[in-house]
């Protein structure tokens, strides 16, 4: 079974920084793509971060490119998002999902989701 684990998140200022962090259990962690999602109140979820199975590439959504930095460590089966200048607009649930996809920017693309952690950030 597999199982996502999502912690880091809590309530934040307007331009801090905060590190999620996703551990994977239940199936070989170095074979899937993983990514990061975001879902606000009355929104669809969207795409935040991706990073290749082996942590050679990552791929961002440009709303959060430059901003925030996906990584992983295969060692230890979790990945991480770290964000930074943080803004209220970004007030929401973050998810960590797994995928057999590249690249993939779409929820149908992942198979498996964490329970999400919630990150508010207030003016």
């Known amino acids: 079974q597999v199982q996502l684990v999502e912690t880091g998140g809590g309530s934040v200022q307007a331009g801090d920084s905060l590190r999620l962090s996703c551990v994977a259990s239940?199936?070989?962690?170095?074979?899937?793509?993983m990514g990061w999602f975001r879902q606000a109140p009355g929104k669809e979820r969207e795409f935040l971060a991706t990073?290749?199975?082996?942590?050679?590439?990552?791929y961002y959504a440009d709303s959060v490119k430059g901003l925030f930095t996906i990584s992983r460590d295969n060692a230890k089966n979790n990945v991480h998002l770290q964000m930074d200048s943080l803004n209220p607009g970004e007030t929401a649930v973050h998810y960590c999902?797994?995928?057999?996809?590249?690249?993939?920017?779409?929820?149908?693309?992942?198979?498996?989701w964490g329970q999400g952690t919630q990150v508010t950030v207030s003016s």
């Open positions: 990073i290749f199975r082996s942590g050679v590439s990552t």
């Open positions: 999902a797994q995928s057999s996809s590249w690249r993939a920017t779409t929820a149908p693309k992942y198979d498996y």
């Open positions: 239940g199936r070989t962690f170095g074979l899937y793509h």
